[in-house]
């Protein structure tokens, strides 16, 4: 790359910096703080979010009740599916929940998707206008997972106060799961299950996703050893792509699922107990 | 490899995508697969309904077609009755007709018959008076003889 010899180590560490901005580290470019935005996280995940707002506009507006189009048929069986989903799931109706679920489910599929394509080619195409670093999976990026599992996680607060009220969410912290004589325990299991929620959610996806993106960097490699093991590389790296699929979908599925899911709980008294 | 503030503009992002996903896909797309769904079942409810329709208007023909041909028979029936009628009535015209007929060709045969008779007498008289006039070489008097002569022809 650029000329220079380069260990694997700092290939690899070059891969795992974002492009930063705001407080940053000057000499190992890393944030420095809370205050400093990862600039690539934030462009793909506009991209991709703009690029799934236009789809939806122009499908939206040219709808019709008869044979649909070939667009408006991919995005319908894509809206049945997880309408199919929040009705087998979610208790009761609230509209929030399918928009939600489906945003969750198409952007972090999106931005996953991301890892499929060659790992080297955007960041060279970024060297090539003067951008040192770029990462283009922003799900490898702590603070999407995050952002999303945050956001759920405070619909999941909003909803309980809303549906049971603060006194029977304050119950549940009270007299679940052990009933009203172990109250000081029950009070640190409900904590740790609630909390539990947004960080699995969280770190569930950046976890997989982030090693997923350091495996196609492991088979990259490979040819920068030598050039004999470029074979090698082609075969790995189509077999991790092809099982990457599963993942990127899977890890989108089980993203919007659990928001179902716990959303639902949160809609649910617990009274019966 | 720690969160920043990233974390915030991806949380704008994400709030506003939802609600742009919301407003110009989720929602009018959910009401148009409503629609379709309502369209199909109205479809199918009128199909079954037509076809029930159908079946009755299979069974209104069928009962129609056995009215029109117990109908028919019943004219058919009428009709030979009428023209045997007709036959009959032709015949007995015939027949008294006929009667009329030899009645007065009889009628007309006899008057012939007299007719010739008289004439008949008229010439046996007249032969008879000129027989009798040869008999007697003499001219016999029609006349003179009036009253023997006509009992000779109510003889004959």
Redesign the interface.
């Known amino acids: 790359m650029s000329g220079e010899a380069q260990s694997s180590a700092e290939y690899i560490q070059h891969h795992?910096v974002n492009w930063c901005a705001?407080n940053c580290d000057p000499v190992t470019h890393?944030?420095a703080?809370?205050?400093?935005?990862?600039v690539d996280?934030?462009l793909f995940?506009?991209l991709l979010?703009g690029l799934?707002?236009w789809i939806?506009?122009a499908?939206?507006?040219v709808?019709?009740?008869?044979t649909p189009g070939t667009l408006q048929n991919v995005?319908?069986s894509v809206?049945?599916f997880v309408?199919t989903q929040v009705r087998d799931i979610f208790p009761g109706s609230n509209?929030?929940i399918?928009?939600?679920a489906?945003?969750i489910f198409i952007?972090v599929f999106l931005m996953n998707a991301m890892d499929l394509i060659p790992v080297d080619l955007l960041p060279l195409i970024g060297r090539m206008f003067g951008f040192e670093y770029l990462k283009v999976v922003?799900t490898t990026?702590?603070?999407?997972t995050?952002?999303?599992a945050?956001?759920v996680f405070a619909l999941i607060i909003y909803y309980n106060i809303k549906i049971k009220g603060p006194i029977g969410y304050l119950k549940q912290f009270l007299f679940h799961p052990f009933g009203k004589y172990l109250i000081p325990v029950n009070i640190i299991m409900t904590t740790i299950e609630e909390v539990a929620k947004p960080v699995s959610l969280g770190l569930r996806l950046f976890g997989n996703m982030f090693a997923g993106e350091l495996i196609f960097m492991l088979i990259a490699l490979l040819s920068l050893a030598s050039i004999f093991l470029l074979p090698f590389q082609v075969v790995l790296g189509s077999l991790w792509a092809i099982f990457h699929i599963l993942i990127i979908t899977l890890q989108a599925f089980i993203f919007m699922l659990l928001t179902i899911v716990y959303l639902g709980m949160a809609h649910t008294s617990e009274e019966e107990h | 490899m720690n969160i920043t503030a990233t974390l915030l503009g991806q949380i704008l992002t994400f709030a506003v995508l939802v609600w742009f996903i919301q407003h110009y896909l989720w929602e009018p797309l959910t009401t148009a697969l409503a629609d379709r769904q309502k369209k199909i079942a109205d479809g199918l409810a009128a199909a079954e309904r037509g076809e029930h329709e159908q079946e009755l208007a299979r069974k209104r023909a069928a009962e129609k077609i056995g009215e029109a041909k117990q109908q028919a028979a019943e004219i058919v029936a009428q009709a030979q009755k009428r023209a045997s009628e007709i036959v009959e009535e032709a015949k007995d015209n015939a027949r008294s007709e006929g009667e009329r007929l030899l009645a007065a060709a009889n009628v007309e045969i006899e008057q012939e018959a007299n007719r010739a008779k008289e004439q008949l007498r008229g010439q046996v008289v007249s032969l008879a008076v000129a027989g009798a006039g040869r008999v007697l070489k003499k001219e016999v008097d029609p006349k003179a003889h009036q009253k023997l002569l006509a009992d000779l022809v109510a003889q004959i």
């Not at chain 1, 703080?33 to 990862?38: L, M, P, V, Y």
């Not at chain 1, 709808?63 to 008869?66: A, D, E, H, R, W």
């Not at chain 1, 990026?141 to 999407?144: C, N, P, V």
């Open positions: 795992l705001g890393q944030a703080g809370f205050w400093a935005f990862h996280t934030l995940g506009w979010a799934m707002a939806s506009f499908v939206g507006r709808l019709t009740t008869g995005v319908e809206v049945e309408q509209p929030l399918g928009p939600l489906i945003t952007w922003p990026d702590l603070g999407t995050f952002a999303l945050l956001s």
